[in-house]
């Protein structure tokens, strides 16, 4: 949770600490169901194979290790960090702006997600209520979808004789 000033989009952090581990000693981690739950896969330079990983450990030090506290998202909308690796590092970027208070939460990626129980598939299904009584019409200046043309009415400011 920041605590702090407001942390403004395009601030960096990290790099991820932690140790390095090879990937074929990784597997024998996994296998032995002893993974920390706190590792970053890190890729080769092409970005074809998994090279190793960035484990800070199962219980790490929250000062020298913090980036490790960083939850996943629920719903991607709640998602304010990107993770990125750059030269074999684990970095996050913020993506939006983060007040006082707000939680920072970072995608850990998919095969992650569904492990920690994350329902990937239904993540960011639309929660709203839905009636399909009528065809949606697009917006023909910001291109946003709306129920119908009453709603596009209201969105351009026309609805209810333009009072």
């Known amino acids: 949770v ?3 000033e407001a942390i403004p989009e ?16 990784y597997e024998e981690i996994k296998k032995a169901k002893m993974e920390s739950g706190n590792a970053w896969e890190i890729r080769d330079q092409y970005n074809n194979k998994t090279v190793g990983y960035i484990d800070p450990g199962m219980n790490p030090d929250p000062q020298l290790h913090w980036m490790a506290k960083i939850n996943c998202p629920t719903k991607t909308q709640e998602q304010n960090l990107v ?7 684990i970095y996050y970027r913020v993506i939006m702006d983060i007040p006082y208070g707000k939680e920072l939460l970072v995608w850990y990626g998919k095969t ?20 399909h009584t009528e065809e949606a019409v697009k917006c023909g200046y910001c291109g946003t979808g709306m129920g119908g043309e009453q709603k596009l ?5 026309m609805g209810d004789n333009g009072s």
């Not at 395009?10 to 000693?25: D, N, Q, S």
């Not at 992650?112 to 009636?131: F, L, N």
């Open 112 to 131: 992650y997600a569904e492990e920690i129980g994350i329902e990937v598939e239904t993540v960011d299904k639309y929660t709203g209520d839905e009636d």
């Open 2 to 4: 920041n605590r702090g």
């Open 153 to 157: 009415e209201d969105h351009l400011g």
């Open 10 to 25: 395009g601030v960096l952090f990290g790099p991820y600490t932690g140790e390095f581990i090879p990937a074929a000693e």
């Open 83 to 89: 993770g990125f690796q750059l030269a074999g590092q």
